[in-house]
């Protein structure tokens, strides 16, 4: 696979030296201070992809190799009347980068929040800070900070009383942590949104169930795929993280069913699938290894972390060291090394997929540093070393390395 990280840009205090130190030569980045649903001007992502490719000598080697993300607006996934203009500027936004030679772009169809988490600094035994999801203060938070109207219907009487009991004994600093890390908007911002204004963004899809959501996504991909496939672009939806509905909200995007649906929708092969082991990994009924061997040809790009589900409840999770956690990697990387294989003999121009570590933790001297959450230099730094020794041995076993 192709090594990666993903980079938030020229504020992001990992840099571009670090990325390249660590041993990737691509880097995965976006376009951030765009206004989602503006067109991206191929001036600025050729100003980009200098910054990466060619702004010092030193970072020569470096490629923008994917674009994560080229984000989905809102009333797409309304399927509003408005949803034709963004679409339009959606296909634009392609075309620019396809100008520009950038020819992997991963998206996510996620309602409102791209992903949850209810703690940011979970500490683990070896002293490392990771991402941490709890049911019971994600119930906490729908029910008796947010104040969402039916949520109880979504919780079982235990979380409830459970919930109920534990916020009366946190101080309001404590309640504004969690407010702010549920609330955390679009990865790499570091704003939330107000809790004033969120449970109207909530109230827009009071009329859109699992059904909707559904339709509204294939409309969108019966759009843009076939031009993203006259492009030459990779599409690759990023799965629903977590993947199962909260606030009330419907996710689509989150079993292999749900995969087979979207790919059948429209059925090009630019039409594709971040394979992201984290998000797919939390649910105990996913096949990972299975579902690489079956979707294999639409896999464009490849996010590799694990969680671990507690033992006494399997709706709570935590970012687990990559070699350690509920995923099974060393099948995964056999599997996705399998699929380039397969590739490389049928003569694929891409018969190699770009990889990103996910989630490393805060670790060692990163201990004192403000990163965005889960995207600290030394903590992907390991998994990349951990993965790199995992894919050698693996390419040996094959007799490709």
Request: charged letters at 25%; proline letters at 5%.
């Amino acid at each position: 696979m192709i090594q990666t990280m993903r980079w938030f840009g020229p504020n992001d205090p990992v840099s571009l030296m670090d990325i390249r130190q660590a041993g990737c030569s691509g880097v995965v980045t976006a376009l951030h201070q765009i206004p989602v649903g503006q067109v991206w001007p191929i001036e600025a992502i050729e100003d980009r992809k200098k910054l990466v490719e060619t702004g010092n000598d030193q970072y020569t080697e470096l490629k923008w190799l994917v674009v994560e993300s080229l984000p989905v607006h809102e009333d797409i996934k309304k399927g509003l009347p408005s949803r034709e203009d963004y679409i339009h500027n959606y296909k634009e936004s392609l075309r620019n980068l396809a100008t520009c030679g950038i020819k992997t772009v991963c998206y996510n169809f996620m309602p409102v929040l791209d992903w949850s988490r209810t703690i940011l600094d979970h500490t683990l035994p070896e002293g490392q800070k990771t991402l941490r999801f709890v049911w019971e203060d994600f119930a906490l938070f729908d029910l008796y900070i947010l104040q969402r109207p039916g949520a109880f219907a979504d919780y079982e009487t235990s979380v409830q009383e459970a919930a109920l009991s534990k916020i009366k004994t946190m101080t309001p600093e404590e309640i504004g942590t969690l407010t702010n890390t549920v609330l955390l908007g679009l990865p790499g911002s570091e704003e939330a949104f107000e809790l004033t204004e969120f449970q109207g963004l909530l109230n827009n899809y009071a009329e859109i169930g699992d059904k909707e959501l559904r339709q509204n996504l294939y409309y969108f991909v019966s759009q843009i795929a076939p031009l993203a496939q006259d492009l030459g672009i990779n599409l690759c939806i990023h799965p629903d993280d977590p993947p199962r509905s909260l606030l009330g909200l419907p996710r689509v995007v989150s079993t292999a069913a749900d995969l087979e649906q979207l790919l059948q929708s429209c059925d090009v092969r630019a039409n594709g699938i971040t394979f992201c082991t984290g998000s797919l990994g939390v649910r105990a009924d996913n096949d990972l290894p299975g579902m690489i061997r079956r979707f294999g040809d639409r896999i464009h790009f490849v996010h590799l972390r694990t969680t671990k589900r507690d033992a006494d409840n399997p709706l709570n999770f935590h970012e687990a060291p990559h070699l350690e956690g509920d995923v099974d990697m060393y099948e995964v990387v056999k599997a996705l090394t399998e699929e380039e294989i397969r590739r490389k003999s049928e003569k694929y121009a891409d018969n190699q997929l770009p990889m990103r570590p996910d989630h490393g933790f805060q670790m060692l001297d990163d201990l004192h540093k403000k990163t965005y959450p889960g995207y600290s230099a030394i903590g992907r730094l390991k998994a990349l070393a951990e993965l790199r020794g995992l894919e050698m041995s693996i390419l040996r076993s094959f007799n490709q390395f």
